[in-house]
């Protein structure tokens, strides 16, 4: 079944198109990559798909409902949750704080509210889901730990964390394991792959790294100069004549 | 329901008990004055506050103060209704003000949001000089009724007293439950709160127009206490004095905000005698608690000092 559809998706920035006549299915439980030569327009991408900016021309659908022009909030609703190249955290809260944030989604604003004079169920119920993605990322030690004293790797982790806790359908990864040892980087994809066995996510992932890459991802999309130049299986990928021109140069 | 410890409960209620017998254990009337702007200047401080929270700087407080101070004054001396109304819709007009102008400035982000607001100000001022025979213009409005039933300045203190306890409250709950959170989290990175399915500019204008709904209500108050306003109340100088009490307090903390207040209002009250170098030493001192204590009243930690003081009764 196809979760993500992207339809021929253009979009120009004053008159440089960053990405034009991008087509990309995304299925069901697969880990699909996308990878390209810096500047190929993979971030402008997952700004399309979860909202941040709107594609100039084509579709994006989701579980086939069209969904380019809403907003991010109303997609992460809806299931597709991002994260950012550049760590992005709430930085002056605990590790707690932060995974619950996470899970204020699926709850709505006006429980929120009403929590604050009446301690309703619903409030429990969030903490019990935070603590079951502490408990599944790991974090465990660090639960109370400001979340920017964390090391590089572990806020990383706690990025994906966050994004777990507003309940993802899928996944957008960018960039995840970016300056990671190759240890680091197995852990934050064996979470990944826990996350895809445990709770049926799937996920499309920006990497720069190609060991992990080439060993995790199902599917690869290689992108270049904002077009998509090849996509495929890992070892279709290693051998196309393209990719290596792309990133080799000629 | 609120987890306090017994220790905490019992300051509370000594604090209340403590505020409630203010007039019998004081005859002084300036100093019942003295206790009704602090009540009013902790509203003030305390719905800032939670503005200063999710991480906007308003500088436009005092227009949503006088809106509310305006409506009420004026729905009392023109139309004749009685305060228990006009109170009501001084909030709400106040409220329905920051929601259409949340809706436009809000989206406008950092120090873009700070600059509409401060012009705001200065629009609301000018309409309210402008408009002589609607405002009354420069001289304001005058001979505003008090409260029935409330005449003499004892009346007005339990009734600003009350006031501001039950906003009190209910900032205070909404600061500390995950309303509260949900602010923090806007303000250290409103984009990852909305990519994870918090309708942030929905959650804004939410947070903007409860905190100046009750800034209109006090409005409303203060009109029908001081008797007569003036577009001369409701200028920058009141927006900052909020802000420097809420900086004074730790910004964005509500309880510091309640602090500040009370601080900084008895504070320049004891220091109006010295004149003009009143406003010197208002601003000396705030740069000190900038410099000293970055995080405000709030951020002192109260049970470092009860240590540090049992130490010394050792030694």
Redesign the interface.
């Known amino acids: 079944m196809v979760l993500l559809e992207l339809d021929k998706i253009t979009k120009v920035f004053g008159g440089l198109a960053a990405v034009r006549d991008f087509d990309l299915k995304l299925e069901k439980g697969m880990l699909s990559g996308l990878i390209g030569p810096n500047g190929a327009g993979k971030t402008t991408i997952f700004n399309m798909i979860?909202g941040?900016i709107p594609p100039t021309n084509g579709d994006i659908f989701f579980k086939g409902n069209q969904i380019s022009g809403c907003?991010?909030?109303e997609l992460?609703?809806r299931g597709i949750?991002?994260t950012?190249q550049i760590s992005?955290?709430?930085?002056?809260?605990t590790v707690f704080?932060n995974i619950?944030?996470?899970?204020?989604?699926?709850k709505g604003?006006g429980s929120?509210?009403l929590?604050?004079?009446f301690?309703l169920k619903k409030?429990d119920e969030?903490e019990q889901s935070t603590l079951e993605v502490i408990e599944l990322m790991g974090l465990n030690d660090w639960k109370d730990e400001l979340a920017r004293n964390l090391p590089h790797g572990l806020q990383r982790i706690l990025e994906i964390a966050?994004?777990v806790?507003?309940k993802p359908v899928v996944l957008l990864l960018d960039e995840p394991v970016a300056g990671m040892n190759w240890e680091e980087a197995t852990r934050v994809m064996e979470i990944i792959n826990l996350l895809r066995r445990k709770e049926g996510i799937s996920v499309l992932l920006v990497e720069h790294n190609m060991r992990v890459v080439m060993d995790y991802c199902d599917r690869i999309t290689v992108l270049s100069y904002g077009k998509k130049i090849a996509e495929g299986h890992p070892s279709e990928i290693k051998e196309d004549k393209q990719v290596i021109e792309a990133y080799l140069g000629t | 329901?609120i987890k306090f410890k017994i220790r905490q409960l019992l300051l509370v209620f000594v604090a209340l008990v403590g505020v409630f017998t203010i007039p019998l254990w004081i005859e002084n009337l300036y100093v019942i004055h003295l206790s009704i702007m602090v009540c009013l200047n902790v509203v003030f401080a305390i719905s800032l506050a939670l503005i200063l929270k999710m991480g906007n700087l308003s500088l436009g407080h005092a227009a949503y103060i006088g809106a509310g101070a305006y409506t009420s004054s004026m729905l009392a001396v023109k139309v004749g209704l009685p305060f228990w109304l006009t109170f009501y819709i001084a909030g709400i007009a106040s409220g329905l003000i920051a929601f259409f102008i949340g809706r436009i400035t809000l989206g406008l982000r950092g120090i873009y949001f700070t600059i509409t607001t401060f012009g705001l100000t200065e629009v609301f001022r000018s309409i309210w000089i402008a408009f002589r025979g609607t405002f009354g213009g420069p001289s304001g409005i005058m001979n505003i009724p008090p409260p029935p039933g409330i005449e003499t300045k004892v009346q007005f203190y339990y009734l600003a007293l009350i006031f501001m306890l039950i906003s009190f409250f209910v900032f205070y709950?909404?600061s500390?439950?995950?309303?509260?959170?949900?602010c923090?989290?806007l303000r250290?990175?409103w984009?990852?709160?909305?990519?994870?399915?918090?309708?942030?500019s929905?959650?804004k204008t939410?947070v903007f127009v409860i905190a100046c709904t009750f800034a209109g209500l006090g409005g409303s108050i203060l009109a029908h206490y001081l008797g007569h306003i003036s577009p001369s109340i409701f200028t920058m100088f009141l927006s900052t004095e909020i802000i420097v009490y809420c900086a004074i307090g730790g910004l964005g903390s509500i309880l510091g905000g309640a602090a500040g207040a009370v601080f900084m209002t008895v504070l320049g009250e004891m220091l109006f005698g010295v004149g003009f170098f009143r406003s010197l030493i208002f601003g000396i001192f705030l740069i000190g608690v900038i410099i000293i204590l970055p995080g405000g009243l709030a951020s002192i930690n109260w049970n470092m000092i009860g240590r540090l003081m049992q130490k010394r009764r050792i030694a």
């Open positions: 979860s941040i907003k991010p909030h992460a609703r949750v991002r950012f992005t955290l709430f930085s002056d809260l704080q619950v944030l996470g899970g204020h989604n699926s604003l929120g509210f929590d604050s004079f301690s409030r969030l966050i994004a806790n507003a | 329901m709950r909404l500390k439950s995950s309303f509260g959170l949900l923090d989290g250290f990175n984009l990852l709160e909305e990519c994870v399915g918090v309708d942030t929905r959650m939410i």
